[in-house]
């Protein structure tokens, strides 16, 4: 008699590590079993598909469970394939392979997961969960014990193999369309209206209908929203697409950089800017994405600096980098934030949550360094009490230049 298969949740929850798992169950040493891998999923693929049920019920997102229908949702059609694949004689390459009974079915499968709110991971987990309740339900009856199995399991993880990179593919894939329409909508039906606001907001101011003094706390909120609208944009772009994306042209840093400083002069005619330039500051820049970076740091230096001090930039140069800098004084970044500050969505003291809080996202920084890193350059910061908090930027002269130490 053939022994009792473990529970669905003993098998999935050990798909990690096959080889404890064929340990826990001595095999059944039976002679007539001697029926290849591929007929054996056939007799038995309702066994099989009993277990993928069983476990696919625990991916319930947020505590709401599958549908019976959202449980299965491909399976049978996965399992096919692998099928399939265990009768087909070996191909010389992929290019001349025949396509399976069913060859989308791990696109499906992966599209149909996330859209029930499944994450990667657990999709990944559901393969190796396949993978053991396949292989459990083989071993107890006998299977692979014989010359032949060798080639069948070889042919088996291919299957496997092969479905995870293809539903793993998928998801990304879609995901990343998922982010793009995102930004789309994001720059589109929040942007444009915002402008109007902003517009209409001048408009009152130009035509006397309203003072300046009046109209002043609707365009700050709206800049505030724009920036962050921004952010969240550049945060999406670079989670979605792995980098900054930036487009280098010819031009002097030093130039670039002067008219950001000017601009955020008139917009904070009360607080006192220097600015130091010198060196050869030629190169090949994304002036709009640099003019960000010392846009938002200088924006740090008047919204965590001492009001009364000065906030000094320098730009500099050396034979292989150019380089630029902030400084201002005021209250020291304790050590354990600057090791995580330009990391997303990382916060640190009290003191600075609450700051941050009321000035964003937290994600200044880390586009910061983004785009940094685009053009091949980097980003450190060193605070003390004594002697204030400098940022400073340092870049390749041009895209082939050597890149810099991590």
Known sequence: MQQAIPSPSSVT??????????MTTPPVRNPAARQGLAEFIQDHEADILADWDAYARSLGHDDM????AGVRDHGPDILHNIVWTLTQPLSGSPADAAQPPHPNAAQAH?????????????????YRALRASVLTHWRNAGGGTHARDTSDLARFDEAIDQGIAEAIGRYVQQTKTATDLFIGILGHDIRNPLGTIMVSAEYLVKSRQLPATSVAPILNA???IQGIVEQTMDFSRT????AMPVRRLPGHLGDMLVKVVQETQVRHPDRIFHCDVSGDLE???DEHRLGQVLSNLLGNA??????DSIISVKVWSTDDKTSFSVHNHGAAIPQAEQLRIFEPLVRGNAAIVERRGRAGLGLGLYICREIVRAHGGWMAVASAPNTGTTFSVHLPR?????????
């Open 222 to 224: 709206a800049a505030r």
């Open 65 to 68: 469970p599958l549908d019976p």
């Open 13 to 22: 929850r050990s798909a990690g590590d096959i080889g404890t798992l064929w």
């Open 302 to 307: 008047i919204a965590y600096g001492a009001r």
């Open 283 to 285: 190169g090949n820049w």
């Open 398 to 406: 041009r895209p082939d230049d050597a890149q810099p130490p991590a």
């Open 110 to 126: 992966a599209d149909a997961r996330r859209l029930q709110g499944i994450t990667v991971d657990a999709i990944l987990s559901e």
């Open 239 to 242: 989670q979605s697409h792995g």
